[in-house]
Nanobody, 126 residues
């Protein structure tokens, strides 16, 4: 599967953005799809994952209640709606897919994802 992430931009504190992860090659219903982010000088970190069976979503504590991950199978796309953005949300955001389980320790681990899209920059100004 090939993934393409887009939708980033420059916004102000408190604004919202919607990121999209469009897939081609195979249906996203075969994969758990996650969003990760990497700020300058920091390691890539888990943000959210949508399970392949469509029944579960997982979030990092830092974004819980502000970000929502969803999937549109008809468009083979996973979205990340980000509300109440903060300067600390500034990072390059990546989407990724894995076909394994939804064990929490695995879905949070970048090494457990097999396919990655290119990043999209999100910058939140104060």
């Amino acid at each position: 599967v090939q993934l393409q992430a887009f939708g980033g931009g420059l916004v102000q504190t408190g604004d919202s953005l919607r990121l999209s992860c469009a897939a081609s090659g195979r249906t996203l219903s075969l994969y758990n799809v996650g969003w990760f982010r990497q700020a300058p000088g920091k390691e890539r970190e888990f943000v959210a994952t949508f399970s392949r069976n469509g029944g579960n979503t997982f979030y990092a504590d830092s974004v819980k209640g502000r970000f929502t991950i969803s999937r549109d199978i008809t468009k083979n796309t996973v979205y990340l709606v980000m509300n109440s953005l903060k300067p600390e949300d500034t990072a390059v955001y990546y989407c990724a897919a894995r076909s394994g389980s939804t064990i929490l320790s695995e879905i949070r681990n970048t090494l457990r994802y097999d396919y990655w899209g290119q990043g999209t920059q999100v910058t939140v100004s104060s």
